[in-house]
């Protein structure tokens, strides 16, 4: 109950492409979503979070849709560029109890 | 610098040693987490501790694993009798505090390679 899947393991998209990110949950207590960029050498830095009390939110060319219903959320990069180039977590968390991540999506964007 | 700093960057040492891991949490953060991630996986958690509460030990892989922290400052991460499967990178994070949903700001790692 306390994974959160994701999907693919690796992308590859040209400059301008949109990758789209999964992940997927089963506890339903979880009530915070972020997702973390995490580039060679480097510890993760959080992108962008969401609460399951909306459906879409976005920050410059980052977006993460929810959909409570079917636990699931994604993330995706509007006109990727080389420098996205990096690996993304998503991670989720229940309040009073801890981050649980994904595996992780290394994303390739070609120039 | 205002960041998570982790200390060594590096660290290689023998199969048998033990290593003593450290992390300088952001001034004013009363979470701090450790976590591991070998190569090309995800972040598995290690130990949080929040405060002066007692740290939740739950991603500790075995009895080898210990880690201490001084009120709301410096942490250290030690593996005792270091195997070859302990060698990944050893992440630590913090955070304003840790039952709320403040974000989790990272140092840079250690990473350990046990020959």
């Known amino acids: 109950q306390q994974q959160v899947k994701q999907s693919p393991q690796s992308l590859i998209v040209q400059k301008g492409g949109i990758p789209i990110i999964n992940c997927a949950y089963e506890n339903t207590a979880f009530d915070y979503f972020p997702w973390y960029q995490q580039f060679p050498g480097k510890g993760p830095a959080l992108l962008i979070a969401?609460?399951?009390?909306?459906s879409e939110k976005k920050e410059g060319r980052f977006t993460i849709s929810f959909n409570k219903s079917a636990k699931q959320f994604s993330l995706h990069i509007m006109d990727s560029q080389p420098g996205d180039s990096a690996t993304y977590f998503c991670?989720?968390?229940?309040?009073?109890?801890?981050?649980?991540f994904g595996e992780g999506t290394q994303l390739t964007v070609n120039p | 610098g205002a960041g998570v700093s982790q200390s060594p960057s590096n660290k290689v040492t023998e199969k048998g040693k033990d290593v003593e891991l450290r992390c300088d949490p952001i001034s004013g953060h009363t979470a701090l987490y450790w976590y591991r991630q070998r190569l090309g996986q995800g972040l598995e958690f290690l130990i949080y501790?929040?405060?002066?509460?007692?740290?939740?030990k739950s991603g500790l892989p075995s009895d080898r694993f210990s880690a201490e922290r001084t009120g709301e400052s410096v942490s250290t991460l030690t593996i005792q009798r270091t195997q070859q499967e302990d060698s990944a990178v050893y992440l630590c994070?913090?955070?304003?505090?840790?039952?709320?949903?403040?974000?989790?700001?990272f140092g840079d790692g250690t990473r350990l390679s046990i020959l």
């Open positions: 969401i609460r399951p009390d909306v």
């Open positions: 501790f929040q405060g002066n509460s007692a740290p939740d």
């Open positions: 994070a913090s955070s304003l505090e840790g039952t709320n949903n403040q974000p989790q700001h």
């Open positions: 991670a989720a968390k229940a309040s009073g109890s801890r981050l649980t």
